[in-house]
């Protein structure tokens, strides 16, 4: 019974050893799972496409909706950050799930970034389109942010929740893109 128990005590450290060894954290952070492509409409009117993150070294993609106050109090902090991403190259573009749902969704949400003091682009995505029945439809919760390199490549998991407080996450990932800390 000893025997057995220090065999598996044994097993036990050394797969722990060896999983402390991998970097698959970082891999996973890597990984090259491209961002759908899209192209919709902004909140001004104008026609915002995939192809923006080619003029960057990272986007940040805050997804959020007229309902969700936790979005729309974290707004203020995520135009903070968009002025300050800005000296290094990176964007943030906002994308207002439901303000693509009808005339009144959308004057919403206009409203509300308007109120925040909100400067960066946010995305009015047609219900009917692809990337709307593709991807939009598919987060249950909000705000989810995603951090996508110049290449249109998701990087690491979604950020469910504030992203200010989430930030060390944030800057990690957008480190390993930019190589900037």
Not at 23 to 45: C, H, M, R, Y
Not at 66 to 90: H, T, V, W
Request: aromatic fraction near 8%; proline fraction near 3%; charged fraction near 25%.
């Amino acid at each position: 019974m000893k025997r057995v128990l220090i065999l598996l005590l044994s097993a036990v450290l050394m797969t722990a050893a060896l999983t402390g060894c991998s970097s698959g954290e970082e891999d996973a952070l890597v990984s090259k799972t491209p961002f759908p492509e899209f192209s919709e409409v902004d909140i001004a009117g104008d026609e915002i496409s995939s192809d923006i993150f080619a003029d960057y070294d990272a986007t940040i993609v805050n997804f959020w909706n007229n309902g969700c106050g936790s979005c729309i109090a974290e707004m203020p902090e995520l135009e903070e950050l968009y002025q300050d991403f800005k000296e290094r190259n990176i964007n943030l573009i906002g994308v207002g799930t439901d303000s693509g749902e009808s005339r009144e969704q959308l004057d919403t949400a206009r409203e509300i970034l308007k109120e925040k003091g909100v400067t960066y682009h946010n995305i009015s995505p047609d219900p009917e389109g692809d990337f709307y029945k593709d991807f939009v439809a598919d987060i249950s919760t909000y705000p989810t942010t995603y951090i996508v390199d110049s290449e249109g490549n998701i990087v690491g998991a979604d950020i469910v929740g504030n992203v200010k407080k989430q930030l060390d996450t944030v800057e990690t990932r957008l480190a390993l893109i930019t190589g900037q800390k």
